[in-house]
């Protein structure tokens, strides 16, 4: 099945600079790579995603680019503020079940802004 | 705005008990998902549901069993509690094909002592 690696476990950069996560998976059949954000006390939300007819998509100061070749895809966010404080998931999508998306996450890593 | 909730943000048990942790969601959702939240293991599937009564196992369903009795509940039940579940549990919905995105509760966190 899927497998979804996600690297660094955690990462810590100075406010303004920026960050990057970087995934891989295994399956080359899957074609929805979402990014979620978990803050402090709060379940996992969605915060941009990519599929797999996209090499690239951003959001303000957050990006995704996908390399199928390679099954990789990473999260860059710049200009990094105290609020991008959290704990973050990539996933990727090995199927369909029953008409909704399957997700294997990755481990997740948390990511600190320093002051 | 969706909202998942769940029944209790933390819960103590003790080994064998029988536990209950339910979530409600209030915006139609056909499926819903169980993950549990693990340090370095990242979210993974315990159970999933695609319409009421209708069920289906995750990537790890073992120790666990499900109910969905309507539409916009779905329990997870822990026939018999063990150290090993002591987790944080995540309940979710799905938006659709429109939005694909999954929609989280808080999370309940379960001690089995």
């Known amino acids: 099945g899927e497998n979804v690696e996600q690297h660094p476990s955690t990462l810590s950069v100075q406010e303004g600079d920026s960050a990057v996560i970087k995934c891989t998976y295994s399956?080359?059949?899957?074609?929805?790579f979402p990014w979620y954000k978990q803050e402090l006390g709060k379940g996992p939300q969605l915060i941009i995603d990519?599929?797999?007819?996209?090499g690239e998509k951003k959001d303000q100061r957050i990006a995704v680019t996908l390399n199928k070749t390679a099954k990789h895809f990473s999260l860059h966010i710049t200009e990094t503020q105290p609020e991008d404080s959290a704990v973050y998931f990539c996933?990727?999508?090995?199927?369909?079940?029953?008409?909704?998306?399957?997700?294997?996450f990755g481990q997740g890593t948390r990511l600190t802004i320093n002051p | 705005d969706v909202k998942v909730t769940q029944s209790s943000r933390y819960l103590v048990k003790r080994t064998g008990e029988k536990v209950f942790l339910e979530c409600v969601q209030d915006?139609?959702?056909?499926?819903m998902f169980w993950y549990r939240q693990d340090p370095g293991l990242g979210l993974r599937l315990i159970y999933f549901?695609?319409?009421?009564?209708?069920?289906e196992k995750g990537d790890i369903p073992e120790g666990y069993s499900v109910s969905r009795e309507k539409k916009e509940r779905f329990s997870l039940i822990l026939e018999s509690a063990s150290t090993n579940q002591t987790s944080m549990y995540l309940c979710?919905?799905?938006?659709?094909?429109?939005?694909?995105?999954?929609?989280f509760g808080p999370g309940t966190r379960l001690t089995v002592t």
């Open positions: 990519i599929r797999s007819n996209v």
């Open positions: 399956d080359s059949a899957s074609n929805y």
């Open positions: 549901s695609y319409d009421v009564k209708m069920k």
């Open positions: 996933a990727a999508n090995p199927g369909v079940l029953q008409g909704a998306q399957k997700l294997v």
């Open positions: 979710a919905s799905y938006g659709g094909p429109r939005s694909n995105e999954q929609y």
């Open positions: 915006m139609d959702h056909e499926n």
